[in-house]
Structures are given as C-alpha cells and as structure tokens.
C-alpha cells in the first residue's frame, strides 16, 4: 500500500464550480497536513496546512482532515482559471520530511 | 537572496556521466530537502537534512546518488554514472525547521534543475 494516494486527473470544471480534491493516507504518525499549488514549469508553493483534525479556511479555499478515516480534501469555491494547476497533497509527522501525493491537475476553463 | 536558488537550470549529459546538482536556500533555514519529479508525475523524496542531525537517506533511489550540505547551508546533489532513468526534473527545498514541527510544514522550493541524460 502507498503512503499516500491522490488521484491524478486531470480534472476538468468550469468557472465558478466548486472543486473538491482528496487524498487518504496510511502513516497515523502524520500530524500535519498540507496542500500545495504547482503552477506548471514552478515549484510547489504551499497553500495551507492544517494541525490535526478539522477544518481550516482561507478565502475560497477549505482544508478538512478526518483523521479517523485517514482522509484530507482540499475544496475550492468559486473556482477561476487562475486556479488551474496541479494540486499536491503532503503530510508530515514533525519533524521529519514531507511526504507528497502524486499531484491532482485542476483545469478550470472560462 | 529572496528564495532558493538552484544551478544549473537545465543539465544535458550523456549517460555514464556523473553531474552535480547545486542548491543555496533561503538563509536561515535548518531544513533542506531533494526531490525528483519525472513529466507528469510526483514529487519523489530523495533525502533531508535537518540541522546537525544525521540526514535521513531513505529515498535515495540507488548508491549511484548521494548528497552533502556544507557547513548547513549549500547542498549538492551528485548522481555518478547517470542512466537516461535519472532524466528528470530535481528540485530542491528549505524550511525554517525550527523552533516547532509547524515550521517544517512550509517548505519554498527553488525552480528546479531539468537533467536529461541522452
């Protein structure tokens, strides 16, 4: 069993949808969880992170963990073509390395 | 400097060859981290320095690859005697790593050498 397991894509929306995009995992020890953007040809940049379980929100975008299932998902509102790119999710335990999933790519099309 | 700096870009080099991969991060920073990602695909560990501590190795594919980090700033990466599998795009991250976990969950990432072995 992977690690991590996060569905490539692509997946296609059109503007103003909302996207749901997910990952589980197989590590307990991971504590904090993250989501990344790569723009193409760019580094990851991290979006947010969130300790533990629950939610966390930063304008149009939601972060949920549910750690009793090993379950995260990353929710954009009111998706625009500026938010195509692809998605990582990644875990750690501490202080320890980052553990990434294989990438969600988000088309958004006007 | 503003961010973590990688060189060469872009490396071309033929197989059997043996290339080294240079990454400066952010000052400061306690963490440091390789990754490999092939076209379409993830971000695959190859190996993280934490401080003084030893590094954890783990993801390094084969003994062909290893890494240094000098005096807990620059790193590089060097692979001996490339395959065209070692084709890739390496990127390489810090992290401030330090006082708390939290401040290894954000790592900036330079813009990555592209190998290609022919």
């Known amino acids: 069993q992977k690690e991590v397991e996060q569905d490539p894509g692509p997946l296609s929306v059109p503007e103003g949808a909302i996207v749901s995009l997910n990952c589980t995992y197989s590590?307990?020890?991971?504590?904090?969880f993250m989501w990344y953007r790569q723009y193409s040809r760019k580094g990851p940049e991290l979006l947010m992170y969130?300790?533990?379980?629950g939610n966390k929100e930063d304008g149009r975008f939601t972060a949920q963990v549910d750690k009793s299932s090993k379950y995260i998902s990353l929710f954009i509102r009111d998706s625009q073509p500026s938010d195509s790119a692809t998605y990582l999710c990644?875990?750690?335990?501490?202080?320890?390395?980052?553990?990434f999933g294989t990438g969600t790519r988000l088309l958004v099309s006007p | 400097g503003a961010g973590v700096s990688q060189s060469p870009s872009n490396k071309v080099t033929e197989k059997g060859k043996d290339v080294e991969l240079r990454c400066d991060p952010i000052?400061?920073?306690?963490?440091l981290y390789w990754y490999r990602q092939s076209l379409g695909q993830g971000l695959e560990f190859l190996i993280y320095?934490?401080?003084?501590?030893?590094?954890?190795k783990s993801g390094l594919p084969s003994d062909r690859f290893s890494a240094e980090r000098t005096g807990g700033s620059v790193s590089t990466l060097t692979i001996q005697r490339t395959q065209q599998e070692d084709s890739a795009v390496y990127l390489c991250?810090?992290?401030?790593?330090?006082?708390?976990?939290?401040?290894?969950?954000?790592?900036?990432f330079g813009q990555g050498t592209r190998l290609t072995v022919v």
């Open positions: 991250a810090s992290s401030p790593g330090h006082p708390t976990p939290v401040m290894n969950t954000e790592a900036f």
């Open positions: 590590n307990s020890a991971f504590q904090y």
């Open positions: 969130t300790y533990s379980s």
């Open positions: 990644a875990f750690t335990s501490g202080f320890q390395k980052l553990v």
């Open positions: 000052s400061g920073h306690t963490a």
């Open positions: 320095f934490q401080g003084n501590s030893a590094p954890d």
